[in-house]
């Protein structure tokens, strides 16, 4: 079957924000006096993929009150100082774009820093649908994550989850692509 549409993550496979993630982390807990050592590295790399506030509260150990708070200003610091693209990620949006493939990008990050990150990558245009933390109470690995990306899909170009691909980059990727019945492919970044 022809693929029609790509499904793809957004942190680690088309945005290198792993390693200045962990080191704006990093950073942030010293200035909060938060423990920052191997213990809270393997737990980060564990829990890595679940919404920023959670991740911190998980891996960190802190409250969630004090999770929101450690992410707004990780928010902050994103704005100001973008992760590079995925080397190829723009030429490989480019090649779907001209090959009639349509672009979606499935991530827990919130809206409004989403969008200012494409805009500022310049690749916003290179997607039809946008999923965010907004769009969807489940999360991965629930298959049910993909319910909205689908249901937009069928309803404006009539493309059927046989003929997508999702594209991730960690075990909870993995786990829901292949429980939503979707071709599931991994990048190693």
């Not at 010293?30 to 809270?40: A, L, M, S, V, Y």
């Not at 990050?109 to 907004?134: A, S």
């Not at 969807?136 to 629930?142: A, C, E, G, L, Q």
Request: one cysteine or more.
């Amino acid at each position: 079957m022809k693929i029609r549409a790509l499904i793809c993550d957004f942190d680690g496979t088309l945005n290198n924000s792993f390693g200045k993630g962990i080191e704006r982390i990093g950073r942030l807990c010293r200035r909060r006096n938060i423990p920052f050592g191997k213990e809270q590295y393997k737990k980060l790399v564990g829990a890595w993929g679940l919404p920023g506030a959670k991740l911190l509260e998980v891996a960190l150990g802190i409250s969630e009150d004090d999770a929101k708070k450690f992410y707004s200003d990780w928010e902050l610091i994103d704005e100001i100082a973008l992760s590079p693209l995925i080397h190829g990620a723009q030429e490989a949006l480019q090649f779907n774009v001209e090959n009639e493939v349509v672009n979606t990008l499935l991530t827990s990050r919130n809206r409004d820093d989403l969008v200012h990150v494409l805009k500022e990558t310049g690749i916003l245009h290179q997607f039809k649908i946008l999923q965010t933390l907004q769009d969807s109470p489940f999360r991965k690995p629930d298959p049910r994550v993909f319910d909205y990306t689908f249901e937009q899909l069928t309803r404006e170009y009539g493309i059927a989850r046989e003929e997508c691909v999702f594209v991730g980059d960690t075990f909870a990727d993995i786990q829901a692509g292949t429980k939503a019945g979707i071709r599931t492919l991994v990048v190693l970044t």
